[in-house]
């Protein structure tokens, strides 16, 4: 059983964008990557959206997410944009749900947001940036800066940091974040590595400094 089309739509979108399917199934699977950001929605929706307790509804996304991953290896389901080394081991997208989840669940708001946009938005460039020869000299300097950029919004106007806590803690959270896409280890995924190691290093350190704990409350 297969969940898709025999990769007839991405052959068309990567010959729209001037290649071939691989190029579409890089384009998908970025765009579906980014999608993740629109997690932090989350925190503007009312109580008992679905009638319900909100961390319930998400829990309940997060079960069909592993569902469907158990199912690719329980029934043989084959999915989209799956790269090779994902039939040896969990795929990245169920990776990627659980460090969101988590994220929510146990990470201060913004902190939450600052990971979640951070890991949604830059892991992208940063595959893009590996991939091309021109561009790949701006690796890492530009991810890092991107990274900053949007901690430093989070933590400034979601957790109402100062602006000295904020920069320090932004670019702390950059070097994290950047620097836990880096190892290559099997069965631990960047996808959950960019959400989780800075996601710590931020609740730590807004523990550790009263100056920013209210970032917390």
Do not use: Q
Not at 5 to 28: F, Q, Y
Not at 32 to 37: N, R, S, V
Not at 159 to 183: F, I, Q, W
Not at 198 to 208: E, F, I, K, S, W
């Amino acid at each position: 059983m297969r969940l898709h089309r025999g990769g007839r739509s991405r052959a068309w979108l990567g010959k729209r964008l001037g290649g071939d399917r691989t190029l579409g199934d890089r384009v998908l699977r970025r765009a579906l990557h980014g999608a993740g950001a629109v997690l932090v929605l989350y925190y503007l929706l009312p109580p008992n959206v679905l009638g319900i307790p909100n961390p319930d509804v998400l829990l309940a996304a997060l079960a069909v997410v592993l569902g469907i991953e158990a199912g690719r290896w329980a029934a043989g389901l084959e999915l989209p944009t799956l790269r090779p080394v994902e039939a040896e081991r969990p795929a990245s997208f169920a990776y990627f749900a659980v460090a969101l989840v988590i994220a929510v669940l146990f990470f201060p708001e913004a902190v939450a947001v600052a990971v979640i946009l951070g890991a949604a938005l830059v892991d992208p460039l940063i595959g893009e940036l590996r991939r091309s020869e021109r561009w790949r000299p701006a690796y890492p300097a530009l991810p890092l800066a991107v990274y900053a950029v949007l901690a430093g919004l989070s933590l400034r106007w979601v957790g109402g940091a100062s602006l000295p806590s904020t920069v320090l803690l932004a670019v702390l959270a950059s070097v994290a974040g950047v620097g836990a896409e880096y190892p290559r280890l099997r069965y631990l995924d960047d996808d959950l590595t960019m959400v989780i190691v800075p996601g710590l290093v931020l609740t730590v350190l807004l523990a550790a400094l009263p100056g920013v704990a209210t970032i917390g409350a």
